[in-house]
């Protein structure tokens, strides 16, 4: 018997008496509860139900509770005894509750005495938690370059996958302002991921970073597509490294010579995965050689370093320790697959910034586990990139179920923004390319899972507050300036970009923070 509860008294036999019909007695009880009244956090008890001809019905007024699948017991024509198991959620809001367990006779003559059985059973409040945030105006770090999303829908066939529309949504609605792009390796396929990149560069100014999986098998050793094929895995030829400079700039060149430049251009995209799919393994040396030697053909846009899966520093470290070869990158990318976000200070001292150029979480719907859970994972990643001084955050397909568009499957419509993507939009619409980083502290209880950041922009600041606790929590931050005008929006698991109401007095602002939930203010 599993009872994880604070039970208030000894053992004790609750009962009530019923009549078998013909006047023999009989009778209910319920054994191993230890009062009529209980307290429970959270878990679950079993109670052994007794009876002597006569047939009882269970039922609770809590919806915390969760009643066992069946709801008689008894039998008018017989004895007999059961477990029954019942289950409590627990309270994760700062308001008491009770709920009551009721067994009620429905077959059998009841003796004159004969009572339903009632168990009341009382949750205390959770302890509120009271935090207080303050900016540290006089601590500055990075400056933000952007948010971003993979501008593809999963159907490598076409080379660009956003409608006009789906652009609006991803950089007006959500706040999004770097938009991802894989360079064809046949070039007759420049020309739509052209045409496909306009409406955002032209209507919203969009950062484009275009990252090549593979060059044409040419240029490769084994000539093939395939990281790795047959068990074989294929790598640049060193005769082909200045072809391969010069492909990268012409693709380079053609999009800005048509009107729609790019912000940065990879030389590989997870140069050290070898992948069953399209791509091309480096190693360091070979990462270093090619920077170093032919990274300065590479002139119509900032030049990324190979995109690591795990944003490896031993990958880099050589590129940006050799004079030549640093001189040549501009940004530093890198992906966070199976790793959190670390600080690198070599590209800090370097002066190289940092992108995240591509991640997702998309396993609780094959695990069929919590999305919420999955989304806050995500934002708890983005605010790990802000304070180790990363300075952009690109995620994998922008559309897509587990996205922030949908795309049609599971149950998703193509084009609508979806629960994560307001989620995203928390921290990339308030966010904006130029704005600074200044530090914060949070002292309180409950001040370990409360995630705060700062950014000061030219005519605004933002500080967002991710609650990753179950509890509710009352927050006051000190933004060490004014804080007449600061407004608020909040997205948890049922309510996406919510008004928040606030409390001003003088530099500092009161709010409540649900469990589980992002909140965003701005002044």
């Not at 009530?16 to 008890?45: V, Y």
């Not at 300065?296 to 070869?325: C, N, W």
């Not at 923070?513 to 992002?518: E, G, N, T, V, Y």
């Given at each position: 018997m599993k009872r994880p509860y604070a039970l208030l008294l000894a053992a004790l036999l609750l009962s009530s008496a019923c009549d078998k019909t013909g006047g023999n007695g009989a009778s209910f009880s319920l054994s191993d509860l230890s009062s009529t009244e209980f307290t429970a956090e959270g878990g679950t008890f079993t109670a052994t139900a007794h009876w002597e001809y006569c047939k009882y019905k269970v039922s609770t007024d809590g919806a915390f509770v969760s009643l066992p699948d069946f709801v008689y017991i008894g039998d008018v024509n017989g004895t007999g005894s059961r477990d029954l198991s019942f289950t409590v959620a627990p309270n994760t809001s700062p308001e008491a509750r009770t709920a009551?367990?009721?067994?009620?006779?429905?077959?059998?003559?009841?003796?004159?005495?004969?009572?339903?059985?009632?168990?009341?059973?009382?949750?205390?409040?959770?302890?509120?938690?009271?935090?207080?945030?303050?900016?540290?105006?006089?601590?500055?770090?990075?400056?933000?370059?952007?948010?971003?999303?993979?501008?593809?829908?999963?159907?490598?066939?076409?080379?660009?996958?956003?409608?006009?529309?789906?652009?609006?949504?991803?950089?007006?609605?959500?706040?999004?302002?770097?938009?991802?792009?894989r360079i064809p390796y046949n070039e007759s396929d420049w020309k739509a991921v052209r045409d496909g990149c306009r409406y955002a560069y032209e209507k919203y100014g969009a950062a484009i970073l275009a990252s090549p999986w593979t060059m044409p098998a040419s240029m490769k050793n084994p000539e093939q597509l395939e990281a790795k094929k047959n068990d074989v895995t294929s790598s640049l030829k060193p005769s082909a490294y200045e072809d391969y400079a010069k492909y990268l700039e012409k693709f380079a060149a053609y999009m800005k010579d048509g009107g729609v430049p790019l912000e940065a251009i990879s030389i590989q995209n997870e140069p050290d995965w070898?992948?069953?799919?399209?791509?091309?393994?480096?190693?360091?040396?070979?990462?270093?050689s090619f920077v170093r030697d032919y990274g300065h053909l590479i002139q119509s846009a900032r030049l990324?370093?190979?995109?690591?899966?795990?944003?490896?520093?031993?990958?880099?470290?050589?590129?940006?320790?050799?004079?030549?070869?640093?001189?040549?990158?501009?940004?530093?990318?890198?992906?966070?697959?199976?790793?959190?976000?670390?600080?690198?200070?070599?590209?800090?001292?370097?002066?190289?910034?940092?992108?995240?150029?591509?991640?997702?979480?998309?396993?609780?719907?094959?695990?069929?586990?919590?999305?919420?859970?999955?989304?806050?994972?995500?934002?708890?990643?983005?605010?790990?990139?802000?304070?180790?001084?990363?300075?952009?955050?690109?995620?994998?397909?922008?559309i897509r179920y587990y996205s922030f568009l949908g795309d049609?499957?599971?149950?998703?419509?193509?084009?609508?923004?979806?629960?994560?993507?307001?989620?995203?939009?928390?921290?990339?619409?308030?966010?904006?390319?130029g704005d600074v980083r200044l530090g914060t502290t949070a002292a309180g209880t409950g001040a370990e899972t409360l995630l705060a950041t700062a950014f000061q922009g030219t005519d605004h600041l933002t500080v967002t507050l991710l609650n990753t606790s179950s509890s509710q929590k009352e927050v006051t931050v000190d933004l060490g300036t004014a804080a007449t005008g600061t407004t608020a929006t909040c997205t948890s698991s049922n309510a996406s970009g919510t008004d928040v109401t606030l409390t001003v007095q003088g530099t500092r602002v009161e709010l409540s923070l649900p469990p589980s939930s992002i909140t965003t203010l701005r002044r």
């Amino acid at each position: 018997m599993k009872r994880p509860y604070a039970l208030l008294l000894a053992a004790l036999l609750l009962s009530s008496a019923c009549d078998k019909t013909g006047g023999n007695g009989a009778s209910f009880s319920l054994s191993d509860l230890s009062s009529t009244e209980f307290t429970a956090e959270g878990g679950t008890f079993t109670a052994t139900a007794h009876w002597e001809y006569c047939k009882y019905k269970v039922s609770t007024d809590g919806a915390f509770v969760s009643l066992p699948d069946f709801v008689y017991i008894g039998d008018v024509n017989g004895t007999g005894s059961r477990d029954l198991s019942f289950t409590v959620a627990p309270n994760t809001s700062p308001e008491a509750r009770t709920a009551h367990l009721s067994f009620q006779l429905t077959d059998g003559e009841s003796s004159p005495d004969a009572q339903p059985v009632t168990v009341t059973l009382t949750q205390a409040g959770k302890p509120r938690e009271a935090v207080t945030v303050t900016v540290q105006a006089g601590n500055k770090y990075q400056t933000w370059d952007g948010f971003g999303a993979m501008n593809l829908g999963g159907n490598w066939s076409r080379p660009v996958d956003w409608s006009e529309g789906e652009v609006d949504s991803f950089m007006r609605t959500l706040g999004l302002n770097i938009m991802r792009i894989r360079i064809p390796y046949n070039e007759s396929d420049w020309k739509a991921v052209r045409d496909g990149c306009r409406y955002a560069y032209e209507k919203y100014g969009a950062a484009i970073l275009a990252s090549p999986w593979t060059m044409p098998a040419s240029m490769k050793n084994p000539e093939q597509l395939e990281a790795k094929k047959n068990d074989v895995t294929s790598s640049l030829k060193p005769s082909a490294y200045e072809d391969y400079a010069k492909y990268l700039e012409k693709f380079a060149a053609y999009m800005k010579d048509g009107g729609v430049p790019l912000e940065a251009i990879s030389i590989q995209n997870e140069p050290d995965w070898p992948a069953t799919y399209e791509g091309c393994v480096w190693s360091a040396e070979e990462h270093l050689s090619f920077v170093r030697d032919y990274g300065h053909l590479i002139q119509s846009a900032r030049l990324v370093t190979g995109e690591s899966m795990q944003s490896t520093h031993s990958f880099y470290d050589p590129v940006l320790k050799d004079a030549a070869a640093c001189a040549n990158i501009d940004i530093v990318g890198g992906h966070l697959y199976g790793v959190k976000p670390q600080t690198y200070n070599l590209a800090a001292e370097k002066n190289k910034r940092l992108w995240m150029t591509e991640h997702l979480y998309d396993e609780s719907w094959s695990k069929g586990t919590d999305h919420w859970a999955e989304t806050m994972d995500m934002l708890a990643e983005i605010h790990g990139c802000l304070v180790n001084g990363w300075n952009a955050y690109i995620w994998w397909y922008g559309i897509r179920y587990y996205s922030f568009l949908g795309d049609g499957d599971e149950g998703t419509t193509r084009g609508r923004i979806l629960l994560r993507g307001h989620a995203f939009s928390q921290y990339a619409k308030y966010i904006r390319p130029g704005d600074v980083r200044l530090g914060t502290t949070a002292a309180g209880t409950g001040a370990e899972t409360l995630l705060a950041t700062a950014f000061q922009g030219t005519d605004h600041l933002t500080v967002t507050l991710l609650n990753t606790s179950s509890s509710q929590k009352e927050v006051t931050v000190d933004l060490g300036t004014a804080a007449t005008g600061t407004t608020a929006t909040c997205t948890s698991s049922n309510a996406s970009g919510t008004d928040v109401t606030l409390t001003v007095q003088g530099t500092r602002v009161e709010l409540s923070l649900p469990p589980s939930s992002i909140t965003t203010l701005r002044r």
